[in-house]
């Protein structure tokens, strides 16, 4: 194919350039050149800030991944969550398919997870995703409250800091549990440059992305951002599941005045993708590639093979995912002592997801195909004035968010339109749900940074967290517009439910500079998030009591940091208590919905030691212990207390060891990653609980490999360029079969004769990627 002719080609010019670059090193004298590449891969992979991995003066369990950092460990067209996997203590990212950034990720760190969520964990949505620090989580999501596609560029970022726990109260929102990751977009430089980077490898994946800086105009700089990624996946079967893709496009400028700086900006991005379902582990009689109770092979990953799916006539999703945010940023030094800064930014995003359930022929309830299309339009603002004082740096603010959002979902028989000849989304509905929610969300703090005396800083800090959620159900207003006089089809009449909210929210925060190079950290806090829409009544069979509070994490972390040269590390135990989660489930005697609530206790240590420096030697492990306990209730209301969170392994390991020198007019890297994960827990399907039951081959350790070589060489063939750097990445070096994810199934999916069985997300096999980039 086009696409592998190509692969191989620039593929072989990584190599021999770097072969040729090594041989050739001995008989060039010109003793400049090293110095000279290492002043443009700095300019140009370095970012425009110099970004360093611990924050010692810091009160925070904080690690920054730099643009070199995501560059070197991100696979061409990858997706960012896969540098931090490797880069932060206790991130874990596991992709739905492979390694592009059009993938959906399960993003967890120290446990608590948001994007593509596990089956029976109470807190889903429980990480604050930020674009340069505007917020893009769903609130109410009852589950993907944000997605990892949803930033699918990963050249688009020059930095990414990760917060672990609900961090310091100025810094606290309103999915803040676990922690905070905060994507930083190049900003504006008043130096005109160009990016361009084109890959492509394994599973035909494809990426091109280009970031253009116009440099100083008449005062603005400006930064425009552009790429795309795509790829086939990793599954096969029968039939060609779809092509996975996305795209994005970002811009800002920025204008800079004797009192600070105005900035405007828009990033948009659509995504497609075509998931196939996940495979039984075992194979099952009766469930076979061909249908339930067809005759033929057996369907599991031990007989039909570990990345088959069956046909998309028998399963299938497809997804698509648009949003676009606008926003302004404004700061002014009102004073010599006094900054104040304003953030405001409108965000409108729509989802279509289309399925089709025909593998179960004897399903009897619910639709046998759908298409769900929310809508949800979100505006919000964050100002506040930091005044520096003698000892003191006091912070007072507060944000405002509000969000509309419209979700309906229509339902068809799709064994009776085939039957028919008919199209199944063409075809009349039989099931129809429409439900508007409404959420606001504010937080008004006051932060003071106290300084007593030399390397000591205590840093309090109060607020009040104010939500309001209404749930509207509006099915039976719109069927009749889009199905008029259809009587048979089961139309949802369920009403909503409502819940107001005010609380109290704390931290401190404390830094003590032992040395220079050491400090001691501990932050204690606590944050308040609003329950999922489900618990306000979104897709309840039955009237619901809805949750008389929100969910609540108390977290303390402490530990030391260490900075000195070219050494760094960081150490910090963590407890981390979620309570007041809800469980939706419906009562025996009265068919009421009612919420339970469920806690989680997350307590452990993470570990970050490196060594880096720009030629010889650097090592760099990340890695986490801990011991992840949930109290729940199963689907019939009955406690379940200390048992294993579902998807949280005890271990999370890493270590990254790279060599880089300088030869000529070239300089070489090669980076070894090893990943280390232990066996992770299961959900069951049929009591809505987690269970002791591990996940098949979850337990598993990869090795990647990355090579790049960034020269000058070619910089007398073409006018303005810079610097070309090309890359080799190979992902699962080993080749290793695992499983991400996966639960027990009640066989809905697969027929009854697979209740009981376990169904699984086979991991990313063997993937060799490439990339080409050029800097001018």
């Not at 603002?381 to 405002?400: E, I, K």
């Amino acid at each position: 194919m086009v696409a592998t002719a190509v692969l191989q080609k620039y593929l072989t010019v990584i190599i021999v350039t770097g072969i040729f670059g090594a041989s050739t090193s001995l008989a060039i004298a010109d003793t400049n050149q090293p110095i000279n590449i290492a002043k443009v891969k700095d300019e140009y992979s370095g970012g425009q800030k110099k970004t360093h991995a611990v924050e010692l003066g810091s009160t925070q369990n904080s690690v920054a991944v730099s643009k070199k950092t995501l560059s070197k460990l991100t696979p061409p067209g990858g997706s960012a969550a896969a540098a931090l996997t490797n880069a932060v203590p206790g991130f874990q990212a596991h992709p739905v398919g492979s390694y592009s950034g059009a993938s959906r990720y399960q993003i967890r760190i120290n446990g608590t997870q948001v994007g593509f969520d596990a089956v029976g964990t109470p807190e889903i949505n429980g990480l604050q995703i930020l674009f340069d620090g505007i917020p893009l989580n769903n609130p109410t999501a009852g589950y993907h409250g944000f997605e990892s596609n949803e930033l699918p560029i990963a050249s688009m970022f020059s930095a990414i800091k990760v917060i672990q726990g609900p961090g310091a109260v100025a810094d606290h929102w309103y999915d803040g549990v676990g922690g905070t990751v905060n994507f930083m977009p190049l900003a504006p430089s008043d130096k005109a440059s160009a990016e361009i980077v084109a890959g492509g490898g394994s599973f035909n994946s494809q990426s091109l992305s280009t970031n253009l800086q116009s440099g100083s105009i008449d005062g603005w700089d400006t930064v425009l951002s552009m790429g795309y990624t795509g790829t086939d996946g990793i599954r096969t079967g029968p039939t060609p599941i779809g092509r996975t893709e996305a795209s994005a496009i970002f811009a800002e400028t920025r204008k800079h005045f004797s009192a600070g700086s105005f900035t405007a900006g828009l990033y948009y991005y659509g995504a497609l993708e075509h998931r196939a379902h996940d495979l039984p582990v075992y194979p099952v009689p009766g469930v076979n590639v061909g249908g339930y109770n067809v005759p033929g092979e057996s369907l599991s990953q031990q007989t039909s093979g570990w990345y088959y799916t069956p046909s998309t006539a028998l399963w299938s999703k497809r997804q698509w995912y648009a949003a676009i945010l606008g926003f302004t940023k404004l700061a002014v030094d009102l004073s010599s002592n006094v900054r104040f800064t304003d953030t405001t930014w409108y965000k409108n995003g729509h989802r279509s997801k289309r399925a089709i359930f025909n593998y179960n022929t004897t399903r009897t309830s619910g639709p046998t195909a759908f298409n769900y299309d929310p809508h949800s339009r979100y505006f919000g603002n964050r100002s506040a004035m930091h005044v520096m004082l003698p000892g003191n740096d006091v912070t007072l603010g507060a944000y405002y968010m509000q969000m509309n959002s419209q979700a309906q979902l229509i339902g068809y028989n799709s064994f009776q339109a085939i039957a028919n000849g008919q199209d199944i989304f063409s075809s009349t509905p039989d099931f129809y749900r429409n439900y508007t929610t409404q959420w606001t969300g504010s937080n008004v703090f006051l932060q003071d940074a106290i300084h007593p005396m030399s390397r000591l800083t205590i840093t309090p800090g109060v607020g009040i967290e104010h939500y309001d959620v209404k749930v509207v159900n509006q099915a039976q207003q719109y069927f009749q517009i889009i199905a008029p006089g259809n009587t048979t089809a089961y139309v949802s009449n369920i009403p909503g439910a409502s819940g107001s909210f005010t609380e109290p929210n704390f931290s401190l925060g404390l830094n003590a500079g032992l040395t220079h190079s050491t400090h001691l950290f501990a932050t204690a806090a606590n944050n308040y998030q609003t329950q999922t829409d489900n618990s306000y009544g979104v897709g309840a069979s039955e009237p619901v009591v809805p949750p008389s509070k929100p969910a609540e994490v108390v977290s303390y972390i402490g530990g030391v940091k260490y900075h000195s040269g070219k050494w760094f590390a960081q150490a910090a135990l963590f407890y981390t208590h979620v309570k007041d989660l809800t469980i939706p489930y419906t009562q025996s005697a009265t068919q009421t919905v009612i919420v339970e609530p469920a806690s989680e206790t997350i307590q452990g240590v993470n570990f970050l030691l490196g060594y880096k420096q720009p030629a010889g030697l650097s090592v760099y492990t990340s890695d986490s212990i801990q011991d992840a306990r949930e109290w729940t209730f199963n689907a019939a209301g009955d406690p379940l207390n200390d048992v294993p969170m579902t998807g949280t392994p005890k271990y999370n390991l890493g270590f990254n060891a790279g060599y880089g020198w300088y030869r000529a007019n070239s300089y070489y890297d090669l980076t070894l990653s090893d990943r280390y994960q232990s066996a992770t827990y299961l959900a069951s399907e049929i009591t809505s609980a987690p269970t002791s039951t591990l996940l098949p081959a979850s337990q598993v350790n990869l090795v990647n490999l990355h090579f790049t070589d960034s020269t000058t060489a070619f910089n007398p063939y073409v006018g303005g360029l810079k610097m070309v750097k090309l890359a080799l990445v190979v992902e699962n070096l080993l080749n290793v079969k695992y499983n991400t994810m996966g639960y027990i199934s009640s066989g809905s999916e697969y027929g009854p004769g697979s209740a009981g069985d376990i169904l699984a997300q086979p991991g990313t096999p063997l993937g060799v990627y490439g990339s080409v980039s050029a800097y001018f």
